[in-house]
């Protein structure tokens, strides 16, 4: 496969439910990113981990929490979900976190929290 | 004042016109510029990126940045129904991630 894939493609989860989503990056790329996109906002940074550093957006709520296993695998696991959470939820990778890199995005996860 | 605006649209324009998209940023520091296409469910995709003053031309795509006065536009030449999409604006600064604006909704139409 190439470029950035994430599985699940949809999600539907009760608000108990625990979940995690999948992102694989085949860019060689060092940094790896979590957005959240809802409708008529712009997208949202949640999470980045680059080489060995992790930055994360104050806001986002502890019952999304990442994990980085490698350079090229991403997580977000979720747990006690609120339906204000449904949103598609973006995995995206750049070669470094720098001001000059481009990200490149997956397809997404479509999440429905019941 | 957002980081990032952007005019919603819906921007329709009759297809081989030029599409001007729009868009200001606040943060003097930001330092690279990129334009997102957005198709109806699916995610980003990167089309231009400018980091200098003036204008970078991409086949039918033209970048136009101007620091001084703060903002980045995008021009589509010779439209096509196929460029119906979001525009998503998005900058680098010192922070070193992406900002967002909430996108232009354009429609070409045939």
């Known amino acids: 496969e190439t470029g950035v894939t994430q599985t699940p493609r949809h999600l539907v989860m009760g608000m108990t439910n625990k979940k995690s989503l999948k992102c694989e990056q085949h860019l060689g790329h060092n940094a790896m990113y979590w957005y959240k996109q809802s409708a008529k906002k712009p997208l949202e940074l949640m999470f980045v981990?680059?080489?060995?550093?992790?930055?994360e957006n104050n806001s986002v709520p502890s019952r999304f929490s990442p994990e980085c296993p490698n350079s090229s695998h991403l997580f977000l696991h979720l747990h006690t979900l609120q339906p204000e959470d449904s949103a598609l939820y973006l995995c995206a990778s750049s070669l470094y976190r720098d001001e000059y890199n481009e990200q490149f995005f997956g397809p997404g996860t479509r999440l429905t929290v019941l | 004042q957002k980081e990032v605006e952007q005019n919603s649209g819906p921007l329709s324009v009759p297809e081989g016109a030029i599409a001007s998209l729009n868009c200001t940023y606040s943060d003097r520091g930001s330092q690279s510029f990129f334009w997102y296409r957005q198709y109806s469910g699916k995610s980003p995709e990167l089309i231009m990126f400018i980091y200098s003053n003036g204008d970078k031309e991409d086949g039918r795509f033209t970048a136009q940045l101007n620091k001084a006065s703060q903002y980045v536009s995008l021009l589509i030449r010779d439209s096509q129904p196929s460029d119906s999409a979001t525009y998503l604006c998005a900058l680098k600064g010192s922070a070193r991630q992406l900002t967002f604006g909430s996108g232009t909704q354009l429609t070409v139409l045939p």
């Open positions: 981990y680059s080489l060995e550093e992790r930055v």
